[in-house]
């Protein structure tokens, strides 16, 4: 098959894992995919478009192909721990931190008035503020990936984090409270069972992606991204973070070492406020017209609230399990997808905005 034709069987699975055709046996022990099931065959306010679908799978892939979009791409941002000059352990330790954070940095302030963090000469937003973040205490002797420091209430306090996360703006990182209290439990709970290192939280997953996934919300609340969907008995299990963070882990230790996990294509997209908005701007899914006017409009969306849990919902229901012949699974998707829109924001390109939820969760 040349690169410029379609693949039929790729559109043939993503089309399913969009329709949610797949068998549930496809399912990962977290059962993330049973909870997404559930939303989307109650959604009222978000849809798919099947046609858009298959024409953006189709491309999708060829600019994946083209771009060589594999594990090593996560490495090539200059703000990921570069493994060359870290222990396996510094990295292991910096992407748990960074996944127990990696949230609710959107802003409604202009580009030159929202929070950002200054760090080796540039000014970075969003996701990479948080990264930024991190590296820059690091390199200032801040021991901000060490869960003992964590623990420290003398030492990591509220100021502490305020100046770890320093803004270059008049606005503050959103929930820095909230993310001290996230540190403060990960602190305590690694001391109680994991020795205070998250290498031995891996280690205890035994190559099991779905299995990290289920220890970080059985022993974490702050990764237990679990909700109730009008009314129903049993949580919808989401799991964003602790999913985001097993494909870092992947990714940056490119499937060795701390990122080999057997199960890997059991991830699920990541169910956060930029995987919906690309999908909608590329036409794959539509919202009613209330929900869309409240997008629009850059109206709060209640945390919780069915309108949230249908436009997390319905993007994680794919699974695009391992194509034969390409590399494409949904954690290297969903990192495509998220450069992409980062790319099209960036080329000043006029796209409809993400939702506004301010949540610990994604
Ligand atoms: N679905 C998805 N969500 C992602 C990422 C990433 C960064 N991944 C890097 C690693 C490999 C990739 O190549 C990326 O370079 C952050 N986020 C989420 O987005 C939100 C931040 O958005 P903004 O404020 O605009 O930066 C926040 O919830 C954060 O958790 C991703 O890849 N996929």
């Known amino acids: 098959m040349s ?6 069987e790729l559109l043939a699975l993503l089309r399913q894992h969009l329709q949610g055709k797949l068998t549930l046996n496809d399912a990962p022990e977290t059962g993330v995919l049973e909870g997404a099931e559930y939303v989307y065959d109650n959604a009222i306010d978000v849809a798919l478009h099947m046609r858009s679908c298959k024409n953006a799978a189709a491309a999708i892939h060829a600019q ?6 594999s594990p090593a791409t996560w490495s090539s941002h200059e703000l ?12 292991v330790a910096f992407v748990f931190t960074m996944d127990l954070l990696n949230f609710s940095f959107w802003s409604d302030k202009s580009e030159t008035d929202r929070f950002a963090v200054e760090y080796r000469g540039k000014r970075w937003t969003g996701y990479w503020s948080l990264v930024a973040g991190l590296q820059r205490a690091l390199d200032e002797g801040i021991p901000i990936t060490d869960s003992h420091f964590w623990q420290d209430e003398e030492e990591c306090t509220l100021d502490v984090l305020k100046q770890v996360f320093r803004s270059c703006t008049n606005e503050e990182m959103p929930l820095l ?24 939280l891996v280690d205890a997953a035994n190559g099991s992606a ?19 969907f009008e009314g129903r008995r049993k949580p919808i299990r989401i799991l964003k973070r602790a999913q985001i963070l097993v494909a870092d882990l992947w990714a940056c230790f490119e499937g060795e070492d701390y990122g080999a996990f057997n199960d890997i294509d059991k991830i699920t997209m990541f169910a956060d406020y930029r995987v919906p908005q690309i999908l909608y701007n590329m036409g794959c899914i539509y919202y009613s017209p209330a929900l869309d006017l409240a997008i629009r409009d850059k109206k709060d969306i209640p945390q919780g609230g069915s309108w949230e849990m249908q436009l997390r919902e319905l993007i ?5 399990r391992q194509h034969p012949g390409t590399n494409i ?14 790319e099209m924001e960036d080329a000043g390109q006029k796209i409809v905005p993400h939702h506004r939820t301010r949540s610990i969760w994604y």
């Open 3 to 8: 690169d410029d034709e379609p693949d039929l």
């Open 64 to 69: 994946m192909q083209q771009k060589q979009y």
């Open 80 to 91: 990921h721990p570069d493994r060359a000059k870290i222990s396996d352990e510094a990295a």
């Open 329 to 342: 699974n949904a954690i290297l998707l969903d990192f495509f997808l998220y450069d992409t829109i980062k």
């Open 316 to 320: 994680r229901r794919e699974i695009l």
């Open 177 to 200: 409270p909230e993310r001290l209290a996230c540190l403060r439990e990960a602190g305590q709970v690694l001391y109680e069972k994991y020795e205070c290192h998250p290498v031995n």
């Open 210 to 228: 779905a299995g990290l996934v289920n220890l970080l919300a059985r022993d974490f609340s702050c990764f237990r991204d679990e909700h109730v």
